[in-house]
């Protein structure tokens, strides 16, 4: 049976109805309005999601099992560059949460329901946060635990949970990755805003992402990689289609794909080789142009060249990714438990194994476990909680 094309334009929408829903749950998008209700998908989402979360993933282990030895953790990393993985979700991000309203005629108002949008992004982001942030707590205290210590967190809040647990203050001691979830949410409530802008000043959003820039300092540098994002989606079908022999810079494309991966790459790249710190003062104090920026950067024209690239998108869709991409957000929450509470517990046990022996049976176990219970957190708190934020949201959107 053939796949339906996720890019096919639905029919003209009604002016005071949102043309398009964005499927949280897998990354695909389907139209409501349409009398089949039939959903279409960009399913190569998923799958690019999935892999960035497996960067974080073996990031994290390669920090884990090299400490103390940078130049082994910088020279690993160019290749499972986790710490700028970061920027190629929020750039994804952007680009997801806007394609559906980008999707309608241009010629009609934007229709952005904010309520119905808002609640979909807290009920995608919090509850799996929350079960595996209230897991690690459970764990970490299990030798201790009793009525004082539950008196003193969660009622006295002395250890700052609840501060973690509503993505507050950038305290996470638990899960310590969770301060890109505060990035999600926090730069989510600006998105539509953002969309507004480009909707209606598309020549001038550029010069708004350049302003961004040196102001992200006082709210959220990772806002220039949402608008990043948004642009991609804004101009999807531009992209799509463009005519990539007829460019210039054909003959180059080598050359700027190997740009392109410096500056993927351009914090481990800087560390084992320092550009000096006259460079770095003036980039990041003055422009506000850091590592982050740099990937953010080159993590719009590796969107760019998948949304283009028919190969690459069969590549990507093939089943075991998307499945790591069902999973990529719980997959991206636990690891961190499982690594730092649970391995770094038996370290001592997988170290009888002789060296690399042992290194390669640990990586092995961390992801197995990793990739279950990501499994488990999905099926169980993902889907469900994402079904019943459809139905708030639906409700919300009937009153």
């Known amino acids: 049976m053939a796949r339906p094309n996720p890019h096919t334009r639905p029919a003209k929408p009604h002016p005071l109805v949102l043309p398009r829903f964005f499927d949280s749950s897998s990354g695909g998008f389907?139209?409501?309005?349409?009398?089949?209700?039939?959903?279409?998908?960009?399913?190569?989402?998923?799958?690019?999601?999935?892999?960035?979360?497996l960067m974080v993933v073996l990031y994290h282990f390669?920090?884990?099992q090299f400490q103390g030895r940078p130049e082994w953790i910088h020279g690993l990393s160019i290749v499972f560059n986790g710490s700028d993985a970061v920027s190629l979700f929020f750039?994804?991000?952007?680009?997801?949460?806007?394609y559906?309203?980008?999707?309608?005629?241009?010629?009609?108002p934007l229709q952005i329901d904010y309520p119905k949008y808002l609640i979909g992004r807290i009920f995608r982001l919090y509850p799996a946060f929350l079960v595996t942030l209230l897991v690690s707590f459970l764990w970490v205290n299990r030798q201790q635990m009793d009525?004082?210590?539950?008196?003193?967190?969660?009622?006295?809040n002395k250890r700052q949970f609840w501060e973690e647990a509503v993505l507050y203050r950038n305290s996470f001691p638990l899960v310590g990755q969770a301060w890109t979830l505060a990035v999600e949410m926090t730069v989510s409530v600006l998105v539509p805003l953002f969309a507004l802008f480009l909707w209606h000043n598309p020549r001038h959003f550029p010069y708004l992402m350049i302003v961004w820039l040196p102001m992200g300092i006082f709210f959220s540098q990772f806002g220039?990689?949402?608008?990043?994002?948004?642009?991609?989606?804004?101009?999807?079908?531009?992209?799509?289609?463009?005519?990539?022999?007829?460019?210039k810079w054909y003959p180059y494309r080598y050359l700027l794909y190997l740009?392109?991966?410096?500056?993927?790459?351009?914090?481990?790249?800087?560390?084992?080789?320092?550009?000096?710190?006259?460079?770095?003062?003036?980039?990041?104090?003055f422009l506000g142009v850091n590592a982050f920026t740099y990937s953010g950067i080159a993590s719009f024209f590796l969107l760019a060249k998948i949304v283009h690239s028919p190969r690459l998108q069969r590549v990507l869709e093939v089943g075991p990714l998307l499945f790591l991409g069902r999973i990529s957000y719980g997959l991206y929450l636990v690891h961190w438990a499982v690594l730092f509470y649970w391995l770094n517990g038996h370290r001592s046990f997988f170290e009888t194994w002789a060296g690399q022996q042992a290194w390669l049976l640990m990586l092995s176990v961390f992801l197995a476990v990793s990739v279950l219970l990501s499994t488990l957190l999905y099926y169980g708190v993902e889907k469900p909680f994402i079904?019943?934020?459809?139905?708030m949201a639906a409700k919300a959107g009937n009153r």
């Open 259 to 285: 740009l392109i991966g410096v500056l993927f790459s351009y914090r481990h790249l800087s560390a084992l080789k320092p550009l000096g710190p006259t460079f770095v003062y003036f980039t990041e104090t």
């Open 30 to 53: 389907f139209d409501t309005h349409m009398a089949q209700d039939k959903p279409t998908r960009i399913e190569y989402l998923d799958s690019v999601r999935g892999l960035a979360s």
């Open 387 to 391: 079904s019943f934020g459809k139905k």
């Open 147 to 156: 009525g004082n210590l539950l008196f003193d967190v969660f009622l006295k």
């Open 62 to 64: 390669v920090g884990w």
């Open 224 to 247: 220039f990689h949402f608008m990043l994002g948004m642009l991609l989606s804004y101009h999807f079908d531009a992209v799509r289609n463009y005519d990539l022999k007829k460019a």
């Open 100 to 108: 559906k309203y980008f999707r309608q005629d241009k010629s009609l």
């Open 91 to 98: 750039v994804l991000s952007g680009f997801v949460l806007t």
